[in-house]
């Protein structure tokens, strides 16, 4: 890795001021004139026919200017993978969870197109409802769908290497099951959007989003308009961790009221809108035999799992997929089976969430990785250790380990949290534990099939010198991706950040697939490499001319542009620049050519210089179904370390001295890696021990507020040291690659195995919530077996899935 | 969120006129106080809230009461310039807390004596800085939740509730105030007017909560301890002790109380104590946790309390 | 029935009819058009919606306009002097402690309120002080890091009053 002047550092990011200052503008700050409010009318059952739907009261209410329903959305279908189109705008004949949406309404302002709701005439009969996994999967259920039977939505079956030869080769089997629960993102910001047509149809619609781009296609789709004529703009967002990395029914109603109303309508979430909109994560069951050899060595892994979905598909096609095929790495695994189905259920339906499909399936692996080492006597560290894949390496499912510092990750966090030590001392209710966790840098295949290009960028130097403009569709969402680009930009032209502007977030920019599958860095950031040098060629070519140098020989470093040996004579191009700018008073000055005078130079010359830079991974993967989902041009790794103390009474788990690391191939902004280190643990230790959505028994959502789903407070939280690895990805722009989603891989098990090494007892039941844990400790204590109140559901469920083996 | 439905808000200069507009409107007027409670209840209900029936066979979706918020009343009538409601005073033998004092001013009030531990730790616990700084005592006990940590506190340390309407004063115990869930015996005519607490030597109370969180919670289990020791011998010759969201109100355990009295306040007596507590808790089961959780933390939670609570009671002269 | 409304704003008198369904944030918000401050919940259990009222931190969701008649309200906004950042913004910046920047506004005036009372807070402190704000991006080290730096560069919560014995 080289010497950078403005990447690897401490930057400040290019937006932190706005938003510490309130000049950073959120959709719901955002008006346009005329702009008119929107309001929809959402499902108050989990599952019914809609048998009366009249809206004409609500449409004669003073100030409400349209009312809109299916029959003026249409009825085309969407979702997130075309393999699974299975949603409408609004909901036909048919409801199938609590929020789903029926109608909307546009008015004047929101108390009246709130009012305007509850004229509206709804009769729903109710059908029989399919609230969990089991009653999903059962002969006679009620089907949810025509073209799921048996509430199927998705069903997986590999297997890579020989499985039941490499059982034959394994001294010891272990076995055991691990049930989660849904989970929502809990952003600040609740989604919102503002759409508009223009007096030539175009249609543009302002939305706090993940994916502009494929917001835009699924727009354009369902709508039927010419995807040339939408355009699809992302102001400030307040975070999205998934849930907002597609589109909504939310953005699809808006554009059908702006389009009938003729005026802008802006529609946004109340915070309990959010969580019945979910599509957070999936609950998952999952099942794992591993295999050993006495000395630690992996030798098979047989998996299965169960998914429920809630009421429609979303991003659940890749969710089952990687909750497999992500447990191929970061140890060496001759041979891995996984069959796993997803179902759907009468509750808001799940999607992609923070480390998608892999974070349970992970959890349940590294806290069995701990188990079978403390049964081989060894220390559990290093029979990671022993397992880990070397650079170069291609896991059982074509998985190729282009960089991987899960070494470096493991010894680092061994070595800096007092591991060794901690590991020894006894005392019931504190324990240290560890585990690893591994990540794709972005998927290797767009959601749609297609041969896009997954970032285009353009770099505009500023025609007047000096400065350069980036334009890319990306989605900055609190991340930092625009400060990363902007970093690359100024990098590449050799200029100060202060120079260079980011503009993102907008279809009309560029091509980008958005943020999500924690991709953006190493695409994106490769495209602005590309178009940066692009346009720092032309000047330099345009240099050559007017200098008779070679090109080559540029220097383009902290605003200059110098040749490494010897001097330039530029002084009829700054006599020119001077001649130019009379009246000015800040002429360059000092013996050095400056940017600001070279690519002024160049525009002379040529006209607007634009550099153009494009990205899209090479094929990867294997040939065999599903081989897509997990792949990636590289792969994030991170180890984790942390302390817990449990109050024993009352059974809270606090964790303490949290040490962990994550290796980003290169760090871009050594600071924001940080960030994200610590932001993944946070929210992967409410995901363990807060977090869980709770459904009553007709499917309502019971804690859709900030007060019952409980995410961290600052008073929950440890400190949290963060360690950087750089495994220099040679796939990654500058080696670097993600960190945004693989930091949470690792924190449910490490608390888990914690949480053992103080009780001595495995939980099988997610989330390690105050009653959970003193439940178990209680029953311990007597001498009885830990058992947990869904194992027996759990047997029944894995027993109805191997059932369908053939 | 919005407040949907139109309201009157009246802001009278003296008690007088505040509770000659809550006598003219018969109920349709509601004292505003620090809000933090009314404000929410005035919002536009919960998809939850809105139809107990959904899921069964005569559901029908009322979609009127989309817009009928859990409270929706005709008149406010803001608190904010009665400043005779707001303050601590302390006497020789007491203390007396207007009603409209924030939590977080009780909260920080360490020149409070011990006796009076337990209402500064409710006050310091329940939702976050932000909301005690708005929060009173007053409102957290006409709230009348069973978890209500305020009233939880008030009701262990034998708080006397005073009140006022057009027609004169009263006073009543705390214990006996709240009646039921969101019910207390104060008339949509009258206004808390203070809160007060005797106190006097080696008394010393504390209030322990639990939650899953330890901030923005609503408390799972509550135990307020009242303890006034008997200086020479040690024992214990008055006690107190409250449970919070394990009945349908705040739930005084006279029973459990009773088994301190002449006791030394050791280990066993302490176990023994909130053993008794247990037995007289009647917890549910609901989504934040089950009856026999709560039952396990009553336990753990008066003991704690007790031990604070006595703490407090020898370091107090 | 419209009240007319009489407070101060960021140093700034304002009067407006105001209808008794608004609540202050809307009225900040919407009103006077300072979307600085955010409402992410809209009942008090976020903090993205605080504000000092007469300098104590409050959830401006939770209080109805008219109820901060004859009150200094202090946003976001009202936190730089012209263009110069208040000393808790600068740290914010400096240390990392903005992501999503959605409690930030919150999040810093809960902070400046804390260094108000506060000047040389620890880290339980600021815990305490800061656990009405919820932060889903950043896990909350670098804010506390922030805040630390900013008590550390002892202008405390004033900005401009240097302490003489920091070199």
Request: proline letters at 4%; one cysteine or more; hydrophobic letters at 40%.
């Amino acid at each position: 890795m080289g010497d950078y002047r403005i990447l690897n550092s401490r930057a400040v990011r290019v937006d932190a001021a706005d938003k510490a200052t309130g000049r950073a503008v959120y959709i719901d700050d955002m008006k346009r004139p005329g702009m008119l409010y929107g309001a929809i009318l959402q499902s108050p059952v989990s599952h019914g026919l809609i048998k009366k739907l009249d809206t004409s009261k609500a449409e004669a209410l003073p100030g409400v200017v349209c009312v809109v329903t299916a029959a003026d959305a249409g009825s085309t279908r969407f979702g997130v993978s075309p393999a699974r189109y299975d949603e409408t705008v609004f909901a036909i004949d048919r409801v199938r969870y609590v929020g789903e949406e029926i109608a909307a309404v546009a008015a004047v302002d929101q108390e009246t197109a709130i009012k305007a709701l509850s004229l509206i005439e709804l009769e729903i009969e109710p059908l029989s409802l399919v609230l969990d996994m089991e009653t999903a999967m059962k002969q006679d259920a009620p089907g949810l769908f025509d073209e799921y039977p048996g509430n199927i939505t998705a069903e997986v079956s590999q297997e890579f290497g020989k499985l039941d030869e490499a059982r034959a080769q394994a001294d010891r089997t272990y076995s055991d099951f691990l049930l989660s629960k849904m989970q929502d993102p809990a952003f600040m910001e609740p989604q919102g959007c503002i759409a508009e047509m223009d007096s030539h149809s175009n249609l543009t619609l302002y939305t706090s989003t993940q994916s502009t781009h494929y917001v835009q296609r699924t727009i354009a789709m369902v709508l039927g308009i010419p995807l040339g004529k939408v355009r699809v703009v992302k102001p400030y967002v307040g975070g999205g961790f998934g849930p907002k990395a597609a589109a909504s029914n939310l953005e699809l109603a808006t554009c059908v009221m702006a389009i009938k109303a003729g005026r802008p309508v802006k529609c946004t979430f109340s915070r309990e809108q959010v969580f019945l909109r979910s599509r957070g994560r999936h609950q998952f069951l999952h099942d794992m035999e591993i295999g050993v050899k006495n000395d630690g060595t992996l030798v098979f892994l047989d998996h299965r799992a169960v998914l429920d979905g809630g009421a429609y598909s979303s991003f659940g096609i890749a969710t089952i997929y990687y909750a497999g095929s992500l447990l191929g790495a970061p140890y060496r695994l001759p041979a891995m089976r996984y069959h796993a189905v997803r179902v759907c259920t009468n509750k808001p339906a799940c999607g992609a969430q923070r480390g998608h499909g892999g974070v349970i399936a992970r959890a349940l692996f590294e806290s069995m990785l701990d188990g079978i080492a403390e049964d081989l006597g060894m220390d559990p560290i290093e029979m990671r250790l022993k397992n880990v894949m070397s650079t170069g390496e291609e896991t059982c499912n074509a998985l190729n380990m282009s960089s991987l510092g899960m070494r470096e990750c493991l010894e680092a966090v061994r070595d800096q949290s007092g591991w060794k030590e901690k590991r020894n001392r006894t005392g019931k209710n504190r324990g240290i534990g560890a585990s690893c966790g591994f990540f794709v840098s972005g998927a290797g295949y767009p959601i749609y099939r297609s041969k896009t290009w997954h970032s285009t960028v353009t770099v505009q130097l500023a025609e007047v010198g000096g400065s350069a403009i980036v334009r890319s569709g990306s989605a900055e969402i609190g991340q930092g991706s625009d400060t990363v680009l902007a970093m690359i930009a100024a990098e590449e032209l050799g200029i100060e950040l202060t120079d260079v502007r980011v503009l993102s977030g907008d279809t009309d920019f560029s091509v980008d697939l958005g943020a999500y599958s924690s991709r953006q860095t190493l695409m994106m950031g490769h495209a602005v490499k590309m178009a940066a040098i692009d346009a720092r060629n032309q000047v330099a070519d345009v240099l050559s001319e007017v200098l008779d140098i070679p090109a080559d020989r540029f220097v383009f470093s902290g605003g200059f542009v110098e040749l490494e040996k010897g001097e330039i004579d530029f002084s009829k191009i700054r006599e020119e620049f001077v001649r130019e700018h009379k009246g000015f008073t800040d002429h360059p000055e000092g013996d050095r050519l400056t940017f600001r005078e070279a690519s002024r130079l160049a525009f002379i010359k040529k006209g607007t210089i634009v550099g153009t830079g494009k990205y899209k991974p090479p094929p990867l993967g294997g040939k065999f179904k599903g081989a897509a989902v997990g792949t990636s041009p590289a792969y994030g790794c991170s180890a984790q370390i942390a302390e817990v103390d449990i109050d024993t009474d009352t059974g809270l788990v606090t964790t303490e001295n949290v040490t962990a690391s994550h290796d980003c191939g290169f760090a871009i902004n050594r600071t924001q890696v940080e960030g994200q280190i610590q932001g993944n643990f946070v929210m992967g230790f409410g995901e363990a021990c807060f977090e869980e959505v709770k459904f009553d028994e007709t499917g309502r959502t019971v804690n859709s507020n900030l007060a019952e789903y409980k995410i961290p407070t600052t008073m929950d939280m440890p400190e949290i040291k963060p360690i950087i690895v750089e495994s220099n990805e040679p796939n990654g722009p500058y080696g670097a690659k993600e960190v945004g989603e693989g930091g949470i891989m690792p924190t449910i098990p490490a608390i888990m195995n914690a949480v053992y090494n103080a009780t001595g007892i495995r939980f099988r039941e997610l989330p390690l919530n105050p009653e959970r844990v003193r439940g178990a400790i209680r029953l311990k204590e007597s001498g009885r077996d830990v058992t947990f109140e869904k194992d027996e559901y759990c047997r029944r469920v894995i027993k109805l899935l191997s059932g369908r083996k053939s | 969120m919005r407040i949907v439905n139109d309201f009157k808000y009246e802001r009278p200069g003296t008690l007088k006129d505040a509770l000659v507009i809550l006598e003219k409107h018969q109920g349709g007027a509601v004292p505003l106080a620090g809000g933090t409670d009314l404000v929410v209840n005035m919002k536009h209900r919960s998809m939850l809230q809105l139809f107990p029936n959904a899921g069964t066979p005569d559901a029908k979706f009322e979609a009127a009461k989309f817009v009928q918020p859990a409270l929706a009343p005709e008149v406010v009538v803001s608190l904010a310039s009665l400043s005779e409601l707001e303050g601590i005073k302390t006497g020789a033998d007491f203390v007396w807390i207007g009603p409209t004092t924030t939590m977080a001013r009780i909260a920080a009030a360490d020149d409070l004596p011990a006796a009076l531990g337990a209402l500064r730790d409710a006050a310091g616990s329940m939702g976050s800085p932000l909301v005690r700084n708005r929060a009173t005592i007053g409102g957290n006990l006409v709230n009348a939740r069973p978890a209500a940590d305020g009233a939880v506190a008030l009701i262990a340390l034998g708080g006397i509730v005073e009140l006022a309407s057009v027609d004169g004063t009263r006073k009543e115990a705390a214990c006996d105030f709240i009646t039921a869930p969101g019910c207390t015996t104060c008339s949509t005519a009258e206004l808390i007017t203070g809160l007060s607490v005797s106190v006097g030597p080696d008394q010393g109370s504390a209030y322990v909560r639990h939650g899953t969180r330890r901030q923005l919670e609503i408390a799972l289990v509550g135990a307020a301890v009242w303890i006034q020791l008997e200086k020479a011998s040690g024992t214990v010759k008055d006690a107190r002790i409250c449970l919070g969201a394990v009945g349908p109100r705040p739930m005084p355990a006279d029973g459990a109380a009773k088994t301190l009295l002449s006791k030394k306040p050791d280990k066993e007596a302490i176990a023994r104590c909130a053993e008794a507590a247990v037995k007289e808790a009647t917890p549910i089961d609901d989504f934040r946790g089950s009856a026999g959780y709560r039952s396990e933390l009553v336990d753990v939670l008066v003991r704690r309390a007790l031990e604070k609570a006595v703490e407090r009671a020898k370091g107090a002269s | 029935m419209k009240h007319i409304l009489k407070l101060k704003v960021n140093g700034r008198e304002y009067e407006k009819a105001v209808s008794p369904r608004r609540t202050l944030v809307e009225f900040l918000r919407e009103d006077l058009e300072l979307t600085g401050t955010k409402q992410g919940c809209g009942v008090g259990e976020c903090g993205t919606c605080t504000v000092h009222l007469d300098g104590k931190p409050v959830n401006s969701c939770l209080m109805l306009a008219l109820e901060a008649e004859g009150k200094e309200i202090t946003t976001i906004e009202g936190l730089q002097d012209g263009a110069e950042l208040h000393p808790v913004q600068k740290a914010f910046i400096e240390k990392g402690a903005v992501q999503c920047g959605f409690c930030s506004p919150g999040m810093i005036l809960s902070s400046k309120a804390l260094l108000e009372k506060n000047p040389h807070p620890s880290v339980t402190e600021i815990r305490s002080a800061l656990a009405g704000n919820l932060c889903r991006c950043t896990g909350y080290q670098k804010i506390i890091e922030a805040v630390l730096a900013a008590a550390e560069d002892g202008e405390g919560a004033d900005g401009g009053q240097r302490r003489k014995e920091k070199v």
